[in-house]
Nanobody
Framework: QVQLVESGGGSVQHGGSLTLSCASS????????IGWFRQVPGKEREGVAA?????????FVHHSVEGRFTVSRDNAKSTVYLQMNALQPQDTAMYYC????????????????????WGQGTQVTVSS
């Protein structure tokens, strides 16, 4: 069973930056992938970004954060990062990282059902 721990959340002003980290208890292999999701009260959890540990190093970001958010990984540390720049108030949410089910690694990255281990979340608040 994989354990994930997010960190790096906080409060920033409009236009500020934060870097979230997602540390995994286990090492990753080419079948693995990590997704970042966010959720606000009363709304469904939505995919923000994902990164795959395959040879292609596939990365995806939601169109609403494209050009502002970047996902990366450090294999040696089994850690995935979400660099968030030019933050906007609408980015305010609880952010979660999740480990994908290897059997579903060819399904759309943003599907919550593809992920079977979740971190506890880290709050990001952006003030105007």
């Amino acid at each position: 069973q994989v354990q994930l721990v997010e960190s790096g959340g906080g409060s920033v002003q409009h236009g500020g930056s934060l870097t979230l980290s997602c540390a995994s208890s286990g090492s990753m292999d080419s079948r693995d992938y990590i997704g970042w999701f966010r959720q606000v009260p009363g709304k469904e959890r939505e995919g923000v970004a994902a990164i795959y540990f395959d040879a292609a190093n596939r990365r995806f970001v939601h169109h609403s954060v494209e050009g502002r958010f970047t996902v990366s990984r450090d294999n040696a540390k089994s850690t995935v990062y979400l660099q968030m720049n030019a933050l906007q108030p609408q980015d305010t949410a609880m952010y979660y990282c999740a480990a994908g089910d290897p059997k579903r690694r060819y399904s759309p990255w943003y599907l919550v059902t593809n992920y079977n281990f979740w971190g506890q979340g880290t709050q990001v608040t952006v003030s105007s």
